[in-house]
């Protein structure tokens, strides 16, 4: 935040009432909330992460299935279907088209 005039008024809600107060006597403590707000998402973000594993691991543990998804820690069998089939074709997509190269050059 970049302000010039800091002796400009301004008006805070302290404690449910309306107060005057001046820009560089409010702005030194609304840059400490901003900054006890980011540590508060940091904090609260590192406490979802371990809960989200807990519960992988609770669902492993007991073998808990959402309907719908697949098991934590296996593989969805339609993927690998479809990037077997996948790795399959890009592989004979060169040969397919050096072998189309080789009958032109026949030609």
């Given at each position: 935040?970049?302000?010039?005039?800091?002796?400009?008024?301004?008006?805070?809600?302290?404690?449910?009432?309306?107060?005057?107060?001046?820009?560089?006597?409010?702005?030194?403590?609304?840059?400490?909330?901003?900054?006890?707000?980011?540590?508060?998402?940091?904090?609260?973000?590192?406490?979802?992460?371990?809960?989200?594993?807990?519960?992988?691991?609770?669902?492993?543990?007991?073998?808990?299935?959402v309907?719908?998804?697949?098991?934590?820690?296996?593989?969805d069998?339609?993927?690998?279907?479809?990037?077997?089939?996948?790795?399959?074709?890009?592989?004979?997509?060169?040969?397919?088209?050096?072998a189309?190269?080789?009958?032109?050059?026949?030609?």
């Amino acid at each position: 935040m970049c302000i010039r005039d800091r002796s400009r008024k301004c008006w805070r809600l302290v404690g449910g009432v309306l107060v005057e107060r001046t820009v560089g006597e409010v702005l030194p403590a609304i840059k400490e909330n901003v900054e006890n707000i980011d540590e508060l998402l940091t904090k609260l973000d590192k406490m979802h992460d371990e809960k989200e594993l807990e519960m992988v691991e609770f669902m492993k543990k007991y073998n808990i299935v959402v309907k719908g998804q697949v098991a934590p820690g296996q593989q969805d069998p339609n993927k690998s279907k479809k990037s077997v089939e996948g790795a399959e074709a890009e592989a004979a997509a060169p040969e397919a088209s050096e072998a189309a190269a080789d009958k032109e050059e026949a030609k």
